[in-house]
């Protein structure tokens, strides 16, 4: 599975978050899922976000089977797939898209796979910066992991809250970017407080890496993103947009601009 030459890694995602700090920012991530509510939509959706000051954008390629996922973005997933998204559409619709933006393929290792040897370098072309795989642990699969590792997309890693101090390091020099923390055990899903133990974790997290640390799972609204935003570097929504992007376009957008608002605030 190696790739057998050796590629320089994406640096527009670490570009962004390098401005964002000069300008004393912090980033919003937003999450929407490929093909969902369907897929004319989804381009128009991420140009929505891009203009309401989203600075990078996850794009969920939907998967039969999303372990990690909550009931909104398990419904959308499987809206997406009865719609026909696949890898090759998700390419067409970012190619189409032409984004300012950084652009994260956000999946689930099979269908990297199965969309065969040139899957990253076909992704980077039509426009992603970086590549986070949902169920590929540090040390899992070390060929797959130096696969993805040596190709042109940064390789987003995920912590958990419970992750120890040298772990963290570990993850983290194993990935590029930034680093997704997990506020929480369990699937995504929208929830009105976060955890009371999150800055300690982010602390321990800051400690172990240099690398910018994004929050995700829960956040459902500005208050929520405002509280992330004061001790990381950037907050992942995924949930609540999604159930937004459900409703319209306009919603999605109306909500990206209000978090976008509170974290500047923050």
């Given at each position: 599975?190696?790739?057998?030459?050796?590629?320089?890694?994406?640096?527009?995602?670490?570009?962004?978050?390098?401005?964002?700090?000069?300008?004393?920012?912090?980033?919003?991530?937003?999450?929407?899922?490929?093909?969902?509510?369907?897929?004319?939509?989804?381009?128009?959706?991420?140009?929505?976000?891009?203009?309401?000051?989203?600075?990078?954008?996850?794009?969920?390629?939907?998967?039969?089977?999303?372990?990690?996922?909550?009931p909104v973005i398990q419904?959308?997933?499987?809206?997406?797939?009865?719609?026909?998204?696949?890898?090759?559409?998700?390419?067409?619709?970012?190619?189409?898209?032409?984004?300012?933006?950084?652009?994260?393929?956000?999946?689930?290792?099979?269908?990297?796979?199965?969309?065969?040897?040139?899957?990253?370098?076909?992704?980077?072309?039509?426009?992603?910066?970086?590549?986070?795989?949902?169920?590929?642990?540090?040390?899992?699969?070390?060929?797959?992991?130096?696969?993805?590792?040596?190709?042109?997309?940064?390789?987003i890693r995920l912590v958990?809250?419970?992750?120890?101090?040298?772990?963290?390091?570990?993850?983290?020099?194993?990935?590029?970017?930034?680093?997704?923390?997990?506020?929480?055990?369990?699937?995504?899903?929208?929830?009105?407080?976060?955890?009371?133990?999150?800055?300690?974790?982010?602390?321990?997290?800051?400690?172990?890496?240099?690398?910018p640390v994004c929050v995700?799972?829960?956040?459902?609204?500005?208050?929520?993103?405002?509280?992330?935003?004061?001790?990381?570097?950037?907050?992942?929504?995924?949930?609540?947009?999604?159930?937004?992007?459900?409703?319209?376009?306009?919603?999605?957008?109306?909500?990206?601009?209000?978090?976008?608002?509170?974290?500047?605030?923050?």
């Amino acid at each position: 599975m190696a790739s057998g030459s050796v590629t320089i890694s994406s640096d527009t995602i670490e570009r962004r978050f390098a401005e964002l700090k000069a300008a004393g920012k912090r980033a919003l991530v937003p999450y929407i899922t490929a093909g969902h509510p369907d897929i004319e939509r989804t381009a128009e959706l991420l140009l929505a976000l891009q203009e309401s000051g989203a600075d990078v954008i996850e794009l969920g390629l939907p998967f039969s089977d999303p372990m990690a996922d909550g009931p909104v973005i398990q419904a959308s997933s499987q809206r997406a797939l009865e719609l026909g998204m696949n890898f090759t559409r998700l390419l067409e619709i970012v190619a189409r898209a032409k984004m300012r933006v950084p652009l994260v393929l956000f999946s689930y290792l099979n269908p990297i796979i199965a969309a065969g040897q040139n899957a990253l370098v076909q992704a980077a072309d039509a426009g992603f910066s970086g590549l986070l795989i949902t169920d590929l642990p540090v040390g899992s699969d070390p060929e797959r992991e130096a696969w993805i590792g040596e190709g042109p997309l940064s390789f987003i890693r995920l912590v958990a809250p419970t992750t120890p101090a040298a772990r963290m390091r570990e993850i983290s020099a194993h990935g590029s970017g930034f680093v997704y923390l997990i506020s929480r055990l369990g699937v995504t899903g929208m929830q009105d407080t976060m955890s009371a133990d999150l800055p300690a974790t982010v602390k321990r997290l800051r400690e172990a890496t240099a690398l910018p640390v994004c929050v995700g799972f829960g956040v459902s609204g500005p208050e929520q993103a405002a509280a992330v935003a004061r001790i990381a570097d950037g907050v992942v929504v995924g949930s609540a947009i999604v159930r937004a992007a459900g409703e319209s376009v306009e919603a999605a957008a109306k909500l990206t601009s209000a978090l976008r608002a509170a974290i500047d605030a923050a």
